[in-house]
Antibody
Framework: QVQLVESGGGLVKPGGSLRLSCESSGFTFSDYYMNWIRQAPGKGLEWISYINSSGLIIYYADSVKGRFTISRDNAKNSVYLQMNSLRPEDTAVYYC?????????????????WGQGTMVTVSS | DIQMTQSPSSLSASVGDRVTITCRASHSITNYLNWYQQKPGKAPKLLIYAASTLQSGIPLRFSGSGSGTDFTLTISSLQPEDFATYYCQQSYSQTFGGGTTVEI
């Protein structure tokens, strides 16, 4: 069964740090891009980062650049999001999602498998 | 960055209605456009990719069209399970539209 399971969310004070994990199963993890997307309470989806299969290509949204770091461990079938200098506006459900390419070009064209999400609350 | 604008932000419809949601990109994205459905408390689900290709397992009443800057998601005959929020997403810089909530 193809599955992604996030963990590591919780309550953290402004300025604090948190590390999210996303473990995959049911597919060859090392073949795919992986993404993190978040959704603030009552708001829409915001893509925040992706990492390619080898870990050599990484992009961030401007809203998290310099504060968040994405990484992956293909031996553990897992992708991570290290979040530093957290702000109240980072409060959201964080989803990991598998990226796929339309035409075999090894690009991140769509998000076909999503985890259930993990809640991060930044508050004093 | 490429901005994605969805319209309407919400709509009311009845079972059996034909529903159309529009997504406009601030720059041409050729056909690099995806549509997702999200129900309350659940993760989004991919419906359509490459503007018009139906994801495996998605009912045929869903269809997508468009290229360049203007795209459309159509539900040909709305079913009770289709009441949800729909998002478009472009693949160049990954941004999502603001969402369209389809309500009864």
């Amino acid at each position: 069964q193809v599955q992604l399971v996030e963990s590591g969310g919780g309550l953290v004070k402004p300025g604090g740090s948190l590390r999210l994990s996303c473990e995959s199963s049911g597919f060859t993890f090392s073949d795919y891009y992986m993404n993190w997307i978040r959704q603030a309470p009552g708001k829409g989806l915001e893509w925040i980062s992706y990492i390619n299969s080898s870990g050599l290509i990484i992009y961030y949204a401007d809203s998290v650049k310099g504060r968040f770091t994405i990484s992956r461990d293909n031996a553990k079938n897992s992708v991570y999001l290290q979040m530093n200098s957290l702000r109240p506006e980072d409060t959201a459900v964080y989803y990991c999602a598998r990226g796929f390419d339309y035409y075999g070009s090894e690009t991140n064209d769509g998000l076909d498998i999503w985890g259930q999400g993990t809640m991060v609350t930044v508050s004093s | 960055d490429i901005q994605m604008t969805q319209s309407p932000s919400s709509l009311s419809a009845s079972v059996g209605d034909r529903v159309t949601i529009t997504c406009r990109a601030s720059h041409s994205i050729t056909n690099y456009l995806n549509w997702y459905q999200q129900k309350p408390g659940k993760a989004p689900k991919l419906l359509i990719y490459a503007a018009s290709t139906l994801q495996s397992g998605i009912p045929l009443r869903f269809s997508g069209s468009g290229s360049g800057t203007d795209f459309t998601l159509t539900i040909s005959s709305l079913q009770p399970e289709d009441f949800a929020t729909y998002y478009c997403q472009q693949s160049y810089s990954q941004t999502f539209g603001g969402g369209t909530t389809v309500e009864i």
